[in-house]
């Protein structure tokens, strides 16, 4: 190496050190940080839980660094809230949380012990509220609402038109009567419900049994009407 170049490296060496502010660089830091320090949570999709509820138990986060922030950070706080099934988070750099909520859906109410609750389709009992003008069937039965949501996702799927069920009825031996809004009755059996489905969606539109209030399919391969 030339005596020239190393006298230019020591110049630059000695530039860096004369030059160089530790304070200053810990200041950089520190505003870089404030830089990404969460200022807004959005809520989306949201339809029952109330946006105010969620922000209540993640307001601790606002002023975190976004870069810092998991998603357990955020699930931990919201997991007693009632209709929640889970949700997806996204980071919007540099200051903002967007949260999507997948709810539960609301099914039925339910009275147990005297009290009145909502069940959603996860078998959760939830206290009644008014949440919507929506209209909730009724259950009645001792442990109806253990089987009720497996019971209810058959009939939807069988397309059979759930909205016109005003009542159902279950029975300790696992079967289940429909009132519907008419006040017609449908006694299902305890066994093959979706051939009963099916078999009532028939019958339902049939002219010949529009005059019976009673429609027994307990029996297979029998009906029985009243």
């Given at each position: 190496?030339?005596?020239?170049?190393?006298?230019?490296?020591?110049?630059?060496?000695?530039?860096?050190?004369?030059?160089?502010?530790?304070?200053?660089?810990?200041?950089?830091?520190?505003?870089?940080?404030?830089?990404?320090?969460?200022?807004?949570?959005?809520?989306?999709?949201?339809?029952?839980?109330?946006?105010?509820?969620?922000?209540?138990?993640?307001?601790?986060?606002?002023?975190?660094?976004?870069?810092?922030?998991?998603?357990?950070?955020?699930?931990?706080?919201?997991?007693?809230?009632?209709?929640?099934?889970?949700?997806?988070?996204?980071?919007?750099?540099?200051?903002?949380?967007?949260?999507?909520?997948?709810?539960?859906?609301?099914?039925?109410?339910?009275?147990?012990?005297?009290?009145?609750?909502?069940?959603?389709?996860?078998?959760?009992?939830?206290?009644?509220?008014?949440?919507?003008?929506?209209?909730?069937?009724?259950?009645?039965?001792?442990?109806?609402?253990?089987?009720?949501?497996?019971?209810?996702?058959?009939?939807k799927e069988s397309n059979f038109p759930h909205e016109i069920v005003k009542n159902y009825y279950?029975?300790?031996?696992?079967?289940?009567?429909?009132?519907?809004?008419?006040?017609?009755?449908?006694?299902?059996?305890?066994?093959?419900?979706?051939?009963?489905?099916?078999?009532?969606?028939?019958?339902?539109?049939?002219?010949?049994?529009?005059?019976?209030?009673?429609?027994?399919?307990?029996?297979?391969?029998?009906?029985?009407?009243?």
């Amino acid at each position: 190496m030339n005596k020239f170049y190393r006298i230019f490296l020591l110049l630059i060496a000695l530039i860096f050190l004369t030059t160089y502010n530790p304070i200053e660089f810990t200041n950089f830091k520190k505003e870089e940080k404030f830089f990404f320090k969460i200022k807004q949570i959005e809520i989306v999709n949201n339809k029952i839980i109330e946006s105010r509820d969620i922000f209540k138990r993640l307001e601790h986060l606002i002023t975190k660094n976004i870069f810092f922030i998991k998603k357990a950070d955020i699930n931990e706080p919201l997991k007693k809230i009632e209709f929640l099934d889970k949700i997806e988070v996204k980071k919007k750099y540099p200051n903002t949380i967007i949260i999507k909520i997948y709810e539960t859906e609301p099914i039925a109410i339910v009275f147990k012990n005297n009290k009145k609750y909502l069940l959603d389709d996860s078998s959760n009992l939830i206290s009644y509220k008014k949440i919507s003008e929506d209209y909730y069937p009724t259950i009645f039965g001792e442990g109806a609402e253990y089987s009720f949501a497996d019971f209810f996702s058959k009939l939807k799927e069988s397309n059979f038109p759930h909205e016109i069920v005003k009542n159902y009825y279950y029975f300790q031996i696992g079967r289940w009567d429909l009132e519907l809004l008419n006040d017609k009755i449908i006694k299902l059996p305890t066994n093959k419900t979706e051939k009963a489905f099916h078999l009532a969606i028939k019958l339902l539109d049939h002219e010949n049994f529009k005059n019976y209030n009673i429609i027994d399919l307990r029996i297979e391969s029998k009906v029985i009407v009243e």
